[in-house]
T-cell receptor, first 112, second 111 residues
């Protein structure tokens, strides 16, 4: 099992550009989530999904969109990147919400 | 507003010392998890506590869930340089609910 995979590992964007951060898991987990990690802020929940076709907002959803067309994939879209979105992004999955989260290796994003 | 407050945020100690990290909230959680994160990697689960007053031990690490299920602590005995990392607590307010993380405690253990 590959676990949770994320691509790309690093990305530099210019303000206003759009991009999609990819996340996939092969553990047949129903629950998937996206977090951003900034110094001194811990992990903040952006969006989450309790199953295919169902998504909901977390603590900091503005500027991000998600979709969950399959159990395996949970992409995160930045529609118009802003410098405030410079961060490290982690995707995680679990059997159900509130249970052990399995994290991907992260995507480091720099928005200039 | 941080639902889970961790303290201290930074801790630098010598090898062999003991330390305690606290995770506090005004809210009740159905379960609380502790994760450890190393630089450049995602967090990895250390333990989950679900019962008020529960104590779990993982080698030199002792985890406790408060009686009212609003707080938790992580105690490390005789810290070693390999314990260096970011320690994160995370709580779920209800079973199946989303997980909320604290700000993290950055621990540095010097040889």
């Amino acid at each position: 099992n590959a676990g949770v995979t994320q691509t790309p590992k690093f990305q530099v964007l210019k303000t206003g550009q759009s991009m999609t951060l990819q996340c996939a898991q092969d553990m047949n987990h129903e629950y998937m989530s996206w977090y951003r990690q900034d110094p001194g802020m811990g992990l903040r929940l952006i969006h989450y999904s309790v199953g295919a076709g169902i998504t909901d907002q977390g603590e900091v959803p503005n500027g991000y969109n998600v979709s969950r067309s399959t159990t395996e994939d949970f992409p995160l879209r930045l529609l118009s990147a802003a410098p405030s979105q410079t961060s490290v992004y982690f995707c995680a999955s679990s059997l159900q919400g509130g249970e052990t989260q399995y994290f991907g290796p992260g995507t480091r994003l720099l928005v200039l | 507003t941080q639902l889970l407050e961790q303290s201290p945020q930074f801790l630098s100690i010598q090898e062999g010392e003991n330390l305690t990290v606290y995770c506090n909230s005004s809210s009740v959680f159905s379960s609380l998890q502790w994760y450890r994160q190393e630089p450049g990697e995602g967090p990895v689960l250390l333990v989950t506590v679900v019962t008020g007053g529960e104590v779990k031990k993982l080698k030199r690490l002792t985890f406790q869930f408060g009686d009212a299920r609003k707080d938790s602590s992580l105690h490390i005995t005789a810290a070693q340089p390999g314990d260096t990392g970011l320690y994160l607590c995370a709580g779920a307010k209800n079973q199946g609910g989303k997980l909320i993380f604290g700000q993290g405690t950055e621990l540095s253990v010097k040889p």
